[in-house]
């Protein structure tokens, strides 16, 4: 099977010899219409370059003031770091603010005084109505209401479908999907007060579900039809919505460190049902969870390409709808070829093949 860059590259060979074909076959037969296909093509090429190299006006961050959920590490910390030295007022939501959590306590003694660590858990309604009140009580001086809500905390369960527990389907969702909600719910008023934005930091697993990721590409397929519908309905407000997708940047957080992802493989193997278990194993539980590690650590650990990406939904003054942030050009073109051809083409791209069968299929052979 030839992989998704190998497939990209032999449908861009023949997609070139085709027009390519088209024109000369213009040429020969009707002179007018070559020049005209070939101005279109060529016009089209021109305008995309320009669209492309032409610089991005920005906003001065002065005056201006972001909430951040998500803060205590990963791309919410970096992103705090960043709006900070671009003279936002950040307010940075960490779940462990008010404990003595690591991530607040680096974020206040690293960052400018403009930086405030709120204590937000997007689970729980009080905290969130808290955190609202805490950000109306420290708006700047002259703020008609908050620049950017960055809905950027997230958790993971992997596993195959059948061994994660209903509970933790719940909390997966609550987090990553009815958190968001939640939350901009909550500061919706202010952001249309200030005709600011909405940037909802979702996944490529939102786009298509891969094997043992089943929880979490529900909960970002639901947070990328959250996004699209309040896009439209913000737009009478003036208040833009932004989605980011970042691909195989996993090391780049504490999402799946190596102390989280060890728990994960033990909640698993105590919570399992009893029939499923004996249906599948543990040397095949064992053996998928490894596969799954090893992929994930096969990711990008600089998360500078995100950072960026996250920085331009909430500083340029047209920022794109979509922001999808490959770890590579493979990744880009993985997850292109995913959403544009068809599944029976695609659907092995995503098969990591080898090693043990479940239990019961090796007693069946």
Same mark, same amino acid.
């Given at each position: 099977?030839?992989?998704?860059l ?24 009707? *002179? ?21 190299l032409?610089?991005?006006? &920005? ?8 909430f951040?959920?998500?803060? /205590? ?7 705090? &770091?960043?709006? /900070?030295?671009?003279?936002f ?8 603010? /008010? ?17 405030? %660590?709120?204590?937000? /858990? ?18 700047p001086?002259?703020?008609? #209401? ?12 992997? #596993?195959?479908i059948? @061994? ?12 990553? %999907? ?17 005709k ?40 009478? @407000?003036g ?13 780049? %957080?504490?999402?799946?460190?190596p ?45 500078? *390409? ?30 292109? @070829?995913l ?7 695609? #659907? ?7 090693? *043990? ?9």
């Amino acid at each position: 099977m030839l992989s998704p860059l190998q497939l990209f590259y032999c449908a861009s060979l023949v997609g070139i010899s085709a027009i390519s074909g088209l024109l000369l076959l213009l040429y020969h037969c009707a *002179p007018v219409l070559y020049y005209l296909c070939t101005g279109i093509l060529l016009g089209s090429v021109g305008y995309c370059l320009v669209l492309y190299l032409a610089p991005k006006s &920005k906003v001065s961050g002065d005056g201006k003031a972001v909430f951040i959920t998500g803060c /205590d590490s990963g791309f919410g910390f970096k992103l705090a &770091k960043r709006l /900070d030295s671009l003279g936002f007022t950040v307010f940075a939501g960490c779940l462990l603010a /008010d404990s003595g959590g690591e991530g607040s306590k680096k974020l206040r003694a690293e960052c400018s005084s403009r930086l405030s %660590t709120v204590q937000i /858990d997007v689970t729980d309604d009080g905290q969130v109505k808290a955190a609202v009140q805490q950000v109306k009580d420290r708006l700047p001086k002259g703020s008609k #209401g908050l620049f950017a809500l960055v809905n950027n905390a997230g958790v993971l369960q992997p #596993g195959e479908i059948e @061994w994660v527990s209903l509970a933790t389907y719940r909390r997966v969702m609550e987090v990553n %999907t009815f958190g968001p909600v939640r939350v901009t719910k909550a500061f919706l008023p202010l952001i249309r007060r200030a005709k600011g934005r909405v940037v909802n930091i979702s996944s490529v697993g939102g786009l298509h579900a891969a094997p043992m990721a089943g929880a979490y590409s529900m909960t970002k397929a639901a947070l990328e039809f959250f996004s699209d519908a309040l896009r439209h309905e913000m737009h009478k @407000w003036g208040v833009k919505v932004v989605i980011v997708q970042p691909a195989s940047f996993a090391r780049a %957080t504490d999402i799946v460190s190596p102390a989280v992802f060890n728990n994960f493989v033990e909640n698993l193997r105590n919570n399992v049902e009893e029939v499923v278990m004996e249906d599948y194993g543990m040397e095949y539980l064992n053996y998928k969870m490894e596969q799954l590690r090893s992929y994930v650590n096969g990711g990008m650990a600089d998360p500078t *390409p995100v950072i960026d990406a996250m920085a331009d939904a909430v500083t340029l003054t047209t920022p794109k709808h979509r922001y999808l942030v490959g770890a590579s050009f493979e990744d880009y073109v993985t997850w292109m @070829w995913l959403g544009y051809f068809p599944s029976k083409w695609t #659907g092995s791209t995503l098969l990591i093949e080898g090693g *043990p069968k479940p239990a019961m299929l090796q007693k069946t052979n």
